[in-house]
């Protein structure tokens, strides 16, 4: 608005966007502040109003009579559902007492076994997450209206078709099967055939998906920003009443910003950068189940009581949709394997080395999107991979031959489907690190 | 008045407002015992009032009729937006008709239903001030209602001018105007409709609202000017 140096022209357009429901809060601040000080203004945007009023009548295409009576026909109706209304409350309120009085007699008896609707469950954890309210265990159901917090590290939830990443510091509250609500910091959406209108509300904007996998970060200073990856989303900028003002399709590599106070719509420039930490933490994780986290760093050695576990089994996402340019030939735990070339493929190392004796079971399952190909669990078979699926910033015992797994003390297994492996790590002092690499195609 | 055993057992002082062609099914427009317009569904065999047998609500509903545009815009000044306006001025028609027996016949209408009007936008914008947040302070609100009650012959001759001013627009830019004002689609459906982008639907809209306002002024100060 600032762009406006004539205040009459300011008024004028400040009235508009508060006739159709687009006003900020801070223009309806400065819209106010040129009523109150300058009677030109004041007498413009009464002017203005009388258009809009004119112009509503001219739109009516009906006489002043025939809108009286609409407007009383309307009222009328309004004054029937509200006397339904009215009514309904009478016998809800009327029931309610009873059932008040058998409720706490039920409460005694049966106990209060009420809970909202599931909405979905905790699907994955970093190592490093911590919340700021209650806490959360992997595979607990999340109902409606429950509100996630995390300080830090990424949460991610398995909602109907949806999965989706909260990256802490966040906070997102379930509404309904397809909604949620993030009042802080960023969480990714990916969406599944099925979960198509997916929405995340934030205090800015409304991201509706079409069908696709995007990031909204929200900041109260900086207002939403909403990036695709892939796919389609209408994303809409709200009015103060919380009601989509404007609205943007964005397609694959798009973002933009949304920001209330400023009647903000931008596109901006796509950073693919913002999704590398949900591909470095999770990549094709569908969900994890017992003491498993992924990394929430890339660790510099995977070598002997370099990176111990002493609480957990880190999944660690290695190379990420490489493609084989020649057939790969592998010893896994089911016998040898082969991939034929040109299939894209994505490694994951299991990595456990509790150094002592470890204080919790350290057994667990892991589930991908992607089939499994191939589980790897001798050191031979190890070392000959890492230089082809391991990271570069990362050193690896190439030359251990004891950080595979003993066939008498530790059980790897995948599933009839191929999406799980359950792996159980024993331990053989004085040897306590155990790998297992996990190739999987991609879907 | 009669009295009629309603649909829901209860008794409704009847007070016919409104009658549907002859013949049909009369759908009528009553007063129930408190004093609230209720819409009553009753075969016409039981009317025997027809709306011309009934002067004080003929006489309610012009009244109505001729204060209806500025019942609106005052109200609109003070809530700002349309559909909030629209819920507003039908809880003002219906409160004017609850008080229409306190109203004395020799009195201003126009000037009594817009200062009902003004307290009632007025209480609404307190509540949803109260409610959001958003809102203007009480002493904007006043300056508003004292301008726009000053100027309201003023706003009479600016309608007649927007009128001249709208058949100068050509067709499309006159059809496009009223289908935005139309209180039937809100602007976002008609950017749907149209497959459009909303920002295009508001430029424009904008740049037509600037024209007709420009148009109007011309004109007042064409009228100035001749005097």
């Given at each position: 608005m600032s762009l406006n140096t004539d205040p009459l022209v300011e008024v004028r357009v400040l009235a508009g966007s508060l006739f159709d429901g687009t006003l900020s809060l801070k223009e309806m601040e400065r819209l106010e502040v040129l009523i109150v000080n300058d009677p030109a203004c004041l007498q413009t945007y009464v002017e203005m109003v009388n258009l809009h009023s004119d112009l509503v009548g001219e739109a009516e295409r009906q006489s002043d009579e025939q809108t009286v009576l609409r407007t009383l026909r309307e009222f009328t109706r309004t004054c029937e559902r509200r006397q339904t209304r009215k009514d309904r409350r009478n016998i809800a309120l009327t029931v309610a007492g009873a059932a008040s009085l058998c409720g706490v007699l039920g409460w005694f008896l049966i106990g209060a076994n009420f809970k909202p609707a599931s909405m979905g469950n905790v699907a994955h954890l970093t190592s490093n997450v911590s919340l700021k309210s209650n806490d959360l265990q992997l595979g607990q159901i999340l109902r409606q209206g429950s509100t996630i917090s995390v300080a830090e590290g990424i949460v991610s939830v398995e909602l109907s078709n949806v999965m989706i990443d909260l990256i802490g510091p966040a906070e997102v509250t379930l509404i309904g099967r397809k909604q949620v609500q993030l009042s802080q910091g960023a969480l990714s959406a990916h969406v599944f055939?099925?979960?198509?209108?997916f929405t995340v509300r934030t205090p800015d904007a409304e991201v509706v998906d079409q069908g696709t996998e995007f990031l909204v970060d929200y900041d109260p200073k900086r207002g939403t920003e909403v990036a695709v990856r892939q796919g389609r989303a209408q994303a809409s900028l709200l009015n103060a009443q919380g009601t989509p003002a404007m609205t943007l399709e964005l397609t694959t590599n798009r973002s933009a910003r949304f920001n209330l106070p400023q009647a903000l719509m931008e596109e901006t420039i796509f950073e693919p950068t913002q999704f590398e930490r949900i591909d470095q933490t999770r990549g094709q994780i569908r969900s994890v189940i017992g003491p498993l986290r992924t990394a929430s760093e890339i660790p510099q050695s995977l070598q002997?009581?370099?990176?111990?576990?002493p609480s957990q089994i880190l999944i660690i996402p290695e190379r990420q949709n490489i493609t084989l340019d020649k057939e790969l030939s592998v010893a896994t735990v089911t016998g040898t394997v082969v991939i034929p070339a040109g299939q894209v493929v994505s490694s994951y190392l299991l990595h456990y080395d509790p150094t002592s004796k470890a204080t919790f079971v350290p057994r667990g399952s892991v589930t991908f999107f992607g089939k499994v190909a191939a589980a790897i669990v001798s050191s031979k078979a190890l070392n000959e991979t890492d230089g082809m699926f391991g990271l570069a910033e990362t050193t690896y015992d190439t030359h251990d031959g004891f950080r595979g797994l003993e066939s008498d003390v530790d059980q790897v297994q995948i599933s009839g489907d191929q999406r799980t492996v359950s792996v159980f790590f024993g331990v053989a002092p004085p040897q306590y690190l155990d790998q297992v690499r996990v190739l999987v195609l991609a879907e | 008045m009669r009295f009629v055993r309603a649909h829901r057992s209860s008794f409704f002082r009847l007070q016919v407002v409104e009658q549907t062609a002859p013949g049909n099914e009369f759908d009528g427009l009553a007063v129930c015992e408190s004093h609230r317009l209720m819409h009553v569904p009753l075969h016409k065999e039981k009317l025997r009032q027809p709306l011309e047998d009934s002067p004080r609500e003929t006489d309610f509903l012009q009244k109505l009729a001729g204060a209806y545009r500025g019942i609106y815009a005052s109200v609109l000044s003070i809530v700002g937006n349309r559909a909030d306006a629209e819920d507003v001025v039908q809880e003002v028609c219906a409160i004017l008709w609850q008080k229409f027996d306190e109203f004395e016949p020799d009195k201003n209408f126009n000037k009594w239903s817009y200062g009902v009007a003004f307290l009632e936008a007025k209480a609404f914008v307190r509540h949803r001030r109260r409610r959001t947040g958003f809102g203007m302070s009480e002493d904007a609100l006043m300056k508003i209602a004292f301008a726009q009650s000053a100027g309201s012959e003023l706003f009479e001759l600016r309608r007649e001018l927007l009128h001249d001013c709208l058949n100068r627009l050509s067709l499309k830019d006159r059809r496009f105007i009223m289908d935005c004002y139309d209180s039937e689609t809100t602007l976002v459906e008609h950017a749907r409709s149209r497959s459009i982008p909303i920002a295009s639907l508001y430029t424009r809209l904008k740049r037509l609202r600037e024209r007709l306002m420009g148009c109007i002024s011309r004109h007042m100060q064409r009228e100035d000017d001749a005097f």
């Open positions: 055939p099925g979960g198509e209108g002997s009581q370099q990176t111990t576990t | -």
